[in-house]
Structure formats: structure tokens, C-alpha cells
T-cell receptor, first 113, second 110 residues
């Protein structure tokens, strides 16, 4: 089975712009979670989706949003980018959404200048 | 709220055994997971413990004590390729959010 894929892998944006990141989970996996990883803050939970429904959202401002499509693919959007949004954004999928065993994509490295 | 504590760094010699501890505070508990992440790579799932005791998978073992809110990852016959960051993780009380520890950086020396 193909693993979790994320596009794009690298992105450079300017402050104030917006960005959309995409994640395709492992075939058959219905749950997708998103994390922000920075050197000082570790892995911070952003959202979790299951069957197109957002089940939970982390402690991030409303500029961060996401969605999941009927084929389980997911996107996250960050509007009005700030320098502090520079990070590795990781997507993870799991089979039934229990979250105990998650499979991560390679991530999107976002740099905001 | 939920929190996990693990050492920031551990150093060990090739061929040795190393234990990475994780203590957690949660209002509800569904089990403890472990992930490995090499520099520049994505986290990869290693193990999951829902019940007390030791789970063994090759050179890696994971232990859980629910009464002590404590678990550890045991790596045996250390190899240079084991140099990586190791994260423990729990699901939150609602079950729809995964909380990760800050990670333990393991350095394996020759």
C-alpha cells in the first residue's frame, strides 16, 4: 500500500499570504490528523478528521482551518501568514480513528518570510 | 489537562541497552504509543500499550504501568541507526486528539 502523501513538500510564502496544504491518507484509512512541528514546541495537534467531520481542533487561531473530503483526502489552510507559522506540517492517517497507531506523511516544510 | 514528560536527551553506546521513560498525566487514559523520528524524516509508529506489561517487537520493547502513569521504551542491541528522536503519545480524554511528549533525542556512540 502507498503511504501517506503530502503536497507540496516545500513552500515559501510571504507574510500576509495564505497557503493550502494537501494530504492523501493510506488507502482505507478514514481518519486524518494534522500537526505542526517546530524545534521548540515539538508536535502540536492542529485538527483531527474522521469521515469528513472535524472531531477536534487544537489550540490554534482561527487562521488555521481544514477539511476532509469524501475520499478521506484532507486539506489545511492557513490565512494571513505570520513569521511564526514557519514549521513542518505533518499529516497522519489511521484506520478507524482510534489514533493509537498513526502513519505520518513526509510533511510540508513551510517557510514564511 | 494532559501532559507527558520524557527526558530531553539520552546517550548510549552501540550494542548497549537504553530505556526512555515517559510519565503522563491525563484525565482519561486510552493507552500509550511510541514513535521514532529521524532527522529530516517523519515520525514512524513503534508500539502501543493499552494494558499493563511489556510488549516486545524485535529489538524494541515498550512497557506500561497504568497505576504509576508511567511507561518506557526499551531499545536493545543499539545500532547507530537508532540515533533519532523518540516520542511518547496519548489520546486525550475525549479520544479525538493525540498529545505528544516533547521527545527524547537518543545519541548512539560507537
Amino acid at each position: 500500500k502507498a503511504g501517506v502523501t503530502q503536497t507540496p513538500r516545500y513552500l515559501i510564502k510571504t507574510r500576509g499570504q495564505q497557503v493550502t496544504l494537501s494530504c492523501s491518507p493510506i488507502s482505507g484509512h478514514r481518519s486524518v490528523s494534522w500537526y505542526q512541528q517546530t524545534p521548540g514546541q515539538g508536535l502540536q495537534f492542529l485538527f483531527e478528521y474522521f469521515s469528513e467531520t472535524q472531531r477536534n481542533k487544537g489550540n490554534f487561531p482561527g487562521r488555521f482551518s481544514g477539511r476532509q473530503f469524501s475520499n478521506s483526502r484532507s486539506e489545511m489552510n492557513v490565512s494571513t501568514l505570520e513569521l511564526g507559522d514557519s514549521a513542518l506540517y505533518l499529516c497522519a492517517s489511521s484506520l478507524e480513528g482510534t489514533g493509537y497507531e498513526q502513519y505520518f506523511g513526509p510533511g510540508t516544510r513551510l517557510t514564511v518570510t | 489537562g494532559q501532559s507527558l514528560e520524557q527526558p530531553s536527551e539520552v546517550t548510549a553506546v552501540e550494542g548497549a541497552i537504553v530505556q526512555i521513560n515517559c510519565t503522563y498525566q491525563t484525565s482519561g487514559f486510552y493507552g500509550l504509543s511510541w514513535y521514532q523520528q529521524h532527522d529530516g524524516g517523519a515520525p514512524t509508529f513503534l508500539s502501543y500499550n493499552a494494558l499493563d506489561g511489556l510488549e516486545e517487537t524485535g529489538r524494541f520493547s515498550s512497557f506500561l504501568s497504568r497505576s504509576d502513569s508511567y511507561g518506557y521504551l526499551l531499545l536493545q542491541e543499539l545500532q547507530m541507526k537508532d540515533s533519532a528522536s523518540y516520542f511518547c503519545a496519548v489520546r486525550d480524554s475525549g479520544g479525538f486528539k493525540t498529545i505528544f511528549g516533547a521527545g527524547t533525542r537518543l545519541f548512539v556512540k560507537a
